[in-house]
């Protein structure tokens, strides 16, 4: 069985520069470390929700802890608006 992750997040537009460099170097540590490639999608007519993509997954606890990780040690909540979390959902396919 494989899954899909989409993370999404409403970040500081003041800081949306940082922050797309900040995913960048997330997705690279992700895909060091667990081979999947992630992407970085805007909505439209809303440019402060940002929603990360993961396709593909087969080791779900593996992609979980170091995607939790690499956010972790990246700071990545640093750029959300403040009180705002990044929400994880997952389906299986």
């Given at each position: 069985m494989a899954f899909s992750y989409y993370i999404y997040y409403r970040i500081d537009p003041a800081r949306a520069a940082e922050c797309e460099a900040?995913?960048?170097d997330l997705f690279a540590a992700v895909r060091k470390a667990?081979?999947?490639?992630?992407?970085l999608m805007r909505k439209r007519g809303e440019?402060?929700?940002?929603?990360?993509?993961?396709l593909n997954v087969?080791?779900?606890?593996?992609f979980e802890?170091?995607?939790?990780?690499?956010?972790?040690?990246?700071?990545?909540?640093?750029?959300?608006?403040?009180?705002?979390?990044?929400?994880?959902e997952c389906f299986e396919h």
């Open positions: 900040r995913v960048k667990t081979g999947i490639e992630g992407r440019s402060n929700l940002w929603m990360e993509i993961y087969t080791d779900d606890a593996k802890w170091e995607l939790a990780d690499a956010a972790g040690r990246l700071n990545v909540q640093e750029f959300l608006l403040p009180g705002t979390p990044r929400h994880v």
